[in-house]
Nanobody
Framework: QVQLVESGGGLVQAGGSLRLSCAAS????????MGWFRQAPGKEREFVAA????????SYADSVKDRFTISRDNGKSTVYLQMNSLRPEDTAVYYC??????????????????WGQGTQVTVSS
C-alpha cells in the first residue's frame, strides 16, 4: 500500500506556470507507475498524464500535450507535473494516483489503486 499527498496547487493567471508534486510513502515507490488526473466542477474525472516506474514511458492527454510534463524522482518518492501556458480550462482539482503495474502508464483511472486527496488549481483569465 502507498499513501499519496499532492501539493503545489494555487491560483495563477492564464499563461502562467505551476509545478505540482505528489509525495509517496509506504511501499517502495518504484514499484508503481504513476498518473495525474483532474476533475473540474460538474465534470467527470479526466486523465492528464502518466509515467512508468522508471520514467522511461509517458503518456499525455491531447489537451495538455506540449504544455505539461510529468516526471518522477524515485529517490525522493515523488512524481511531478510541470504545467506551463496554463489556460482557464485547466482549472480543476488535480489528483495523483499509483498503479501497481509498474510497466503500464495507463490513461484509465480504474487501473490505479491508490489516490491522493487532490490539490486545487485555478487559472484566471
Amino acid at each position: 500500500q502507498v499513501q499519496l499527498v499532492e501539493s503545489g496547487g494555487g491560483l495563477v493567471q492564464a499563461g502562467g506556470s505551476l509545478r505540482l508534486s505528489c509525495a509517496a510513502s509506504g511501499r517502495t515507490f518504484s514499484t508503481y507507475a504513476m498518473g495525474w488526473f483532474r476533475q473540474a466542477p460538474g465534470k467527470e474525472r479526466e486523465f492528464v498524464a502518466a509515467i512508468s516506474w522508471n520514467g522511461g514511458r509517458t503518456s499525455y492527454a491531447d489537451s495538455v500535450k506540449d504544455r505539461f510534463t510529468i516526471s518522477r524522482d524515485n529517490g525522493k518518492s515523488t512524481v511531478y507535473l510541470q504545467m506551463n501556458s496554463l489556460r482557464p480550462e485547466d482549472t480543476a482539482v488535480y489528483y495523483c494516483a499509483a498503479d501497481p503495474n509498474r510497466l503500464r502508464y495507463s490513461t484509465l483511472g480504474d487501473d490505479y489503486d491508490y489516490w491522493g486527496q487532490g490539490t486545487q488549481v485555478t487559472v484566471s483569465s
